[in-house]
């Protein structure tokens, strides 16, 4: 299958609903590389999307196996930064917030807007969650 | 595992009834770099290749579950060119045939009789599969 | 280094003139998995496109080196479409038209815009240069 | 995540009761390269590590699947070399004995201890091996 | 090459003065998963280490090839924390300071002796980077 | 470029002298899984093959490079099993003989006419070979 293809695949297999989407290099009989793809998504979904991917892909058969999930409750804020707002999610495990993730999209963006190195947004933008959020992480 | 090993396990595997079979490169605990071995069977098949796994592989355990497939109704044909016969696989979606794959052998065969580059008779192949079921497969 | 730099970070080296640049997964010691970036780029472009590795990402150096490369002479068209035209790359060898390659771009545009798959676009697309420019090919 | 954590990582969840735990790379969407890490354990341990998991690594998810395993009956042995005593694992099939390890820790010591190769020792102890399970094992 | 001999090997060729060490899982002839060790060392280690490969592992060869270098200036400090002082390690990029990282050994010293989470101390010590040198990083 | 052209591509090559051949899985940009494919050969051997590349693979440029290598004298030899002659290559390092591997072919040649395990004979022959060769590879 043309690799050129992945970046096409993935946005619309996400766009139908998949929770997650990756690739792993495989080997196969024959001295033929070649490439697996995961998706995980809700059982309703699982006909549309094994449908995309049969039509979508070189392959002539999908398997499937239904896993079960340990998640955190997540929880989406703003934060406030010198460059502007920046989306954070928050993690919760049981009750108690033990993970804050900026959103990456957002950093990029200040990134490119204010000429800055991702690596520097993404510093302060840690410090300002440390800050504001520690108390219960450390808790 | 000395890895020459491979190419004939492959063979020995497919011989007894695996419908697929390949290998990941995955990294254990102390820096150990290891192959996983996957290997897609039927369930009556199970027996007969673990014990083949753990008898011609350095592995001391066998991990199995049970997947569900939907794959393509699957229909084989010869398609002529000007180099001799072809095989080719058709794959149906709800009675559509929506994939038609050269078999491979047949095109390095030609390719080594001929003397003509892999690429070239698969260019050729490719345009004859075009012609002959385009309009099924644009419908 | 957080993994959802290399989006970032690939467009911002091609824009500074790289000629390439892709990654591998390595393992180094104490069970360390990482992630090899390479960058295919011209002397001239090494100096600029070095710092912005060592200021970008979590490396404290860059490694590189001189190679040779042999490249088919090239040459972009477009090709007409039943849904519009098509940019693709013409590769030749010794002045002999070996290779055409069509611009995915393109032909993922074709595809959202017309609500058609990506896979039936690339088939047509592939009919129209073997037509076109099949007897260059295969002399 | 850090990379730099794996290695303490699997000590943890090893001291927690796994009974494997490895890695592989992936590649998910926007050009992220991953790690996916797996670890096999027995129910009665999956809430415990699964725990672990979401606090030490930068997941907010962990997938699980009940596996079944088909696995050698082990035994540990001693046998004398002219370097010292070194375990070995026997691995038995349906009653018959197939497979012989010797314990790496123990000719890692070895080696390191009397300054020899690695390699020596193992060709030394192989040969052991050979001379003292070679009978049951080719029956 | 029996995979348990690499957490071995990559001590024995840091001790002999490399400066890197690395895997990479590579593919071969007729179905060979294999592994591609990549050492970084100075000229003057390469008969060194070299000997020490071709002795201790399964290879016939070694091949090798001279890089130049770009290295961030390195300078080693100790930092306070409320658990005690940990390493940092600062590289400046013509005379700027531009990268500041942890000592991880350190913090795992003090996650283990804490009995807190490595992400914690990880979060914390990040923090006191920030504080202590940030001026210097964001000019 | 369709996976299945590997096995024939690897022999061509061989064929055309080429000293060993690999793949490794890299990402490009735009999520584009891909394999890298090197090719060790001799100087005299780089334009043959090099046009081979370029005419048979999907690549528009070959990168190369001179490394130097240091590889053990190698000598060809037959020894005597139960099951008839096998190949064996011994390796020298500065005179010493160091290294005995058996050919492979040799082996799964016995293990099919037989029907006994690769992973059996693959046993007595490194006992043999331990007991022939071993004085010289413990100098």
Known sequence: MSS????????????EGALDIYTESIYMKKNR?????????????LEKITEHLLKETSTFGVRY??????IL????????????????KLGYY?????KVTPEYE??????????ISFTKILLEINNI???????????
Chains 1, 2, 3, 4, 5, 6 share one sequence.
Do not use: M, W
Request: hydrophobic share 35%; proline share 1%; aromatic share 10%.
């Open 4 to 15: 050129e293809i992945y970046s096409h695949l993935y946005n619309k297999i996400l766009q």
């Open 33 to 45: 590389p070649a490439v697996k793809l995961s998706v995980i998504c809700k059982e309703d979904d």
């Open 65 to 70: 196996s239904k896993y079960d999930r340990v």
């Open 73 to 88: 409750k997540r929880e989406f804020r703003k934060i406030k930064t010198i460059y502007g707002k920046v989306s954070v």
């Open 94 to 98: 049981k009750g108690n917030l033990i």
């Open 106 to 115: 957002d950093c990029i963006k200040i990134a490119d807007n204010h000429g």
């Open 129 to 139: 969650i440390y800050k504001e959020f520690n108390i219960k992480i450390l808790t």
